[in-house]
T-cell receptor
Framework: QKEVEQNSGPLSVPEGAIASLNCTYSDRGSQSFFWYRQYSGKSPELIMSIYSNGDKEDGRFTAQLNKASQYVSLLIRDSQPSDSATYLCAVTNRDDKIIFGKGTRLHILP | DTAVSQTPKYLVTQMGNDKSIKCEQNLGHDTMYWYKQDSKKFLKIMFS???????INETVPNRFSPKSPDKAHLNLHINSLELGDSAVYFC????????????FGPGTRLTVT
């Protein structure tokens, strides 16, 4: 069983719509959850961190965490072409080791 | 004012050579990391240092040796380079222990011919 799973995509979303990115993880003892954005040829950039169940909003981004279902998601409202990138989900497991998913490629259609 | 910097940005070398990549952070963070991102874009942790002490050492060949002269620097030395070592290597740092929010350097694209 893979530790952090994401659909590789590409996920195509029309400009102005909501993009929904999903991630599941295997270690029930995980405590910290992160979303990173990586443009092609660039380094990963932290977008959101979430540590407790529920929603956390920051501008157009909302992270959602459900520890019972071992599920974390990222919603991007009013999607812009500049949001086109690969989004990496990262989870810190009970051993304090951060595990990255393989990323979901998001393509915003103008 | 770069937060996490790496040198060189590109490195092209032949099989069997030895090379080093340097990393420096000016964020005052306690923990630094090396990651490898392969051609399929999978980002995998290699090493983690906290205040110059090795705390994570994933299953990487012994040819890879990290060195942390102080908590602001973490260098990666690679001996006897192989074709499969070709990848982008990212350095990162985080304020606290491993597993915290991480800030990445620009990456070093290593090509072994």
């Amino acid at each position: 069983q893979k530790e952090v799973e994401q659909n590789s995509g590409p996920l195509s979303v029309p400009e102005g719509a909501i993009a929904s990115l999903n991630c599941t993880y295997s270690d029930r003892g995980s405590q910290s959850f992160f979303w990173y954005r990586q443009y092609s040829g660039k380094s990963p950039e932290l977008i959101m961190s979430i540590y407790s169940n529920g929603d956390k909003e920051d501008g157009r981004f909302t992270a959602q965490l459900n520890k019972a279902s071992q599920y974390v998601s990222l919603l991007i409202r009013d999607s812009q072409p500049s949001d086109s990138a690969t989004y990496l989900c990262a989870v810190t497991n009970r051993d304090d080791k951060i595990i990255f998913g393989k990323g979901t490629r998001l393509h915003i259609l103008p | 004012d770069t937060a996490v910097s790496q040198t060189p940005k590109y490195l092209v070398t032949q099989m069997g050579n030895d090379k080093s990549i340097k990393c420096e952070q000016n964020l005052g963070h306690d923990t630094m990391y090396w990651y490898k991102q392969d051609s399929k874009k999978f980002l995998k942790i290699m090493f983690s240092y906290n205040n110059k002490e090795l705390i994570i050492n994933e299953t990487v060949p012994n040819r890879f040796s990290p060195k942390s002269p102080d908590k602001a620097h973490l260098n990666l030395h690679i001996n006897s380079l192989e074709l499969g070592d070709s990848a982008v290597y990212f350095c990162a740092s985080s304020p606290g222990l491993a597993g915290d929010e991480q800030y990445f350097g620009p990456g070093t694209r290593l090509t072994v011919t």
